[in-house]
């Protein structure tokens, strides 16, 4: 099923349109046929020569009722622009196309109607200046070109890309109403997605449960975006469903009250438009929200929501302000740090910058990480930022950004050289971190800390200076495990016979006959690479094996025996002691 909303300038001919198509009344109260306007959404559908479906929201082309049009509007992927060929480009039909244009709503056809009234060329013409779309031009009462028209609906449809059936669900709820021995039933538009009978989703944050759903009328365990979509929940009053609120599914989104955003005008906001625009409208999905505004930086805004609504980062929404024209804004972060600090507001459009211009990327997920430090992988998904790619440390579903786990391990070190054998739930509360074992983690990564017994291990307390010199020839090594300094090379190091006396006795370093010293650890790690060789083994096998010396090997190879990690066969050949 595709999913269409009309629009255009009242009394263009929408209504009409839809109903010449489906053969179904969009318009539902009796007063819309009554007065013979449309007032709030309506919903048709129809079946196209390809087999595919189609489902029309009629929006009211009314001024006063903006705000219903736009709750149509909002999540659907295609536009069907009405203009009346007697009537021409009006008030309507460029705020409606402004507000498509806002919430990037990029494919549509433009339809150009009444054409038994008047020849269609001037308004199309007007309508050109604005509109790129492919033309039809019909007359929705006497029939005159619906056929081209549906197969113009049929190629817009085929070419509209399939949204993911797997994302996480956000449908925007644009009806509530009670159906006798069947209980609250809501309506909307699913974008993306699929929805079951059965799920357990979240109606204003509170846990609900998926009765049954009908798609175009039909009863179906399963709806899979895009589609219109009626809800039957479990155990939910009327009153507590309505339009604007959203079923989401648990966990997959983050309630936002407070969201970055850059304004996609045409270039940066003079001062006094921004002042106008302090106190405006918010749209998105079929919700309409009040906020305020704080400017930012150029073309970048800082919107208190009055209630939250689940935003992701890179959502379009639109703004209106009244009397003002409309404003597209992309959302850019909805987690934002507060602003207490002088020149915090600044610091914030700075790093807003790089995204601020209308056709500037969204932030990616390193970029949301780097703002904030850390983040829980799930909350970086839910806030619309895709993890899977990331290059973090990480430990505990924690993603921690680059630079602050350098500063983060910067700190730990210090701490454990000030507080030897500091416990890791000490250091956790004084580096204010989440988790123990992202101060597991963090230890783990920074030779020489270790964690033993619920204790960070420092190398017993070494001064700062020993632990430095510890940590250059574990870099030194770092591509040739056992090729141990020279003894000039040592001292250049800053491994002194004092300072490796000292590291060895904290248990750091390995001391071997013959000046030869390595990283504790390296003896292990050696009888382990012996070991891969699966045969007894010679000196000279041990030295390429090792990728060393004989000056290196000899000694490592005494010590391995003395500790029992090998053993020898004869004065020739060794073998690894079985574990
Ligand atoms: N002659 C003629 N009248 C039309 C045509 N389409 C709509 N109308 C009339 O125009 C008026 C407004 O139509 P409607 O569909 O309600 O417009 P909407 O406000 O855009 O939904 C109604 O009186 C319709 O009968 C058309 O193609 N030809
Ligand atoms: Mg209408």
């Not at 890309?161 to 449908?171: M, N, S």
């Not at 106008?276 to 919700?287: D, N």
């Not at 921690?400 to 701490?415: K, N, Q």
């Not at 790690?525 to 000056?551: I, Q, V």
Request: contains cysteine; positive net charge; glycine residues 10%.
């Amino acid at each position: 099923m595709q999913v269409i909303a009309t629009a255009g300038h009242v009394d263009h001919g929408k209504s009409t349109l839809v109903r010449a198509l489906t053969g179904m009344e969009p318009d539902r109260w009796a007063e819309e046929r009554r007065r013979g306007m449309t007032i709030d959404l309506g919903f048709a559908w129809t079946t196209l020569a390809s087999g595919r479906r189609v489902a029309f929201v009629d929006v009211p082309g009314h001024a006063r009722f903006v705000t219903n049009m736009l709750a149509g509007l909002g999540p659907v992927p295609a536009v069907m622009f009405v203009l009346a060929a007697d009537q021409g480009w009006q008030a309507q039909s460029q705020e409606h196309w402004e507000a498509i244009r806002a919430l990037g709503v990029e494919h549509g056809l433009l339809v150009v109607t009444r054409c038994d009234l008047m020849e269609p060329g001037p308004a199309l013409a007007e309508a050109r200046e604005h509109v790129g779309w492919p033309v039809v031009t019909v007359s929705g009462s006497t029939g005159q070109g619906l056929d081209l028209l549906r197969a113009a609906l049929d190629r817009l449809t085929g070419a509209l890309p399939a949204p993911d059936a797997a994302a996480p669900v956000r449908l925007w709820i644009d009806r509530a109403f009670t159906i006798k021995g069947a209980g609250t039933v809501v309506t909307g538009t699913l974008p993306a997605g699929t929805l079951r009978a059965g799920d357990r989703l979240l109606l204003a944050g509170e846990p609900v449960r998926v009765r049954g759903l009908q798609a175009l009328g039909e009863p179906s365990p399963q709806v899979t975006a895009t589609a219109r979509v009626a809800v039957n929940l479990r155990g939910v009053g009327r009153d507590q469903a309505a339009r604007g609120m959203t079923l989401l599914t648990p966990d997959a989104w983050l309630p936002t009250g407070i969201a970055d955003v850059r304004l996609d005008t045409a270039g940066p906001m003079a001062a006094d438009q921004e002042r106008a625009w302090r106190e405006a409208m918010l749209h998105i999905g079929s919700a309409s929200v009040a906020v305020r505004m704080r400017p930012l930086g150029a073309g970048t805004a800082r919107l208190t929501l009055a209630r939250p609504l689940p935003l992701r980062v890179g959502d379009r929404a639109l703004l209106r302000g009244s009397g003002r024209p409309i404003v597209g804004v992309r959302v850019l972060d909805v987690r934002p740090a507060p602003l207490r600090r002088t020149g915090a507001a600044r610091t914030r459009a700075a790093e807003l910058a790089p995204f601020a211009a209308p056709g500037d990327p969204v932030p990616d997920a390193a970029t949301v990480l780097r703002w904030r430090g850390m983040a829980q992988r799930a909350e970086l998904a839910a806030m619309g930022c895709d993890p899977a790619a990331l290059a973090a440390p990480a430990a505990d579903g924690w993603l921690v950004d680059p630079g602050t786990w350098a500063e983060l391990s910067d700190r730990l070190a210090a701490l454990a050289a000030a507080q030897p054998g500091i416990p890791v739930d000490a250091a956790r509360t004084a580096l204010a971190l989440p988790t123990r074992g992202l101060v597991e983690a963090l230890a783990g990564s920074r030779p020489p800390l270790s964690v033993a017994d619920g204790r960070i291990d420092a190398g017993g307390g070494l001064p700062e200076p020993v632990l430095a010199a510890v940590g250059r020839l574990r870099a030194e090594l770092a591509a040739a495990p056992y090729r141990a300094p020279e003894a000039a090379r040592l001292t250049e190091l800053g491994l002194t016979a004092r300072v490796v006396g000292a590291a060895a006795r904290a248990g750091l370093l390995l001391r071997l006959a013959g000046g030869v010293v390595l990283p504790a650890g390296a003896d292990t790690a050696a009888a382990r690479r012996l070991a891969e060789l699966g045969r007894p083994f010679t000196a000279a096998d041990a030295r390429t094996a090792l990728g060393t010396t004989r000056r290196v090997v000899i000694p490592l190879l005494e010590h391995l025996d003395a500790r029992g990690l090998t053993r020898r066969l004869d004065d020739r050949l060794r073998v690894v002691a079985a574990p």
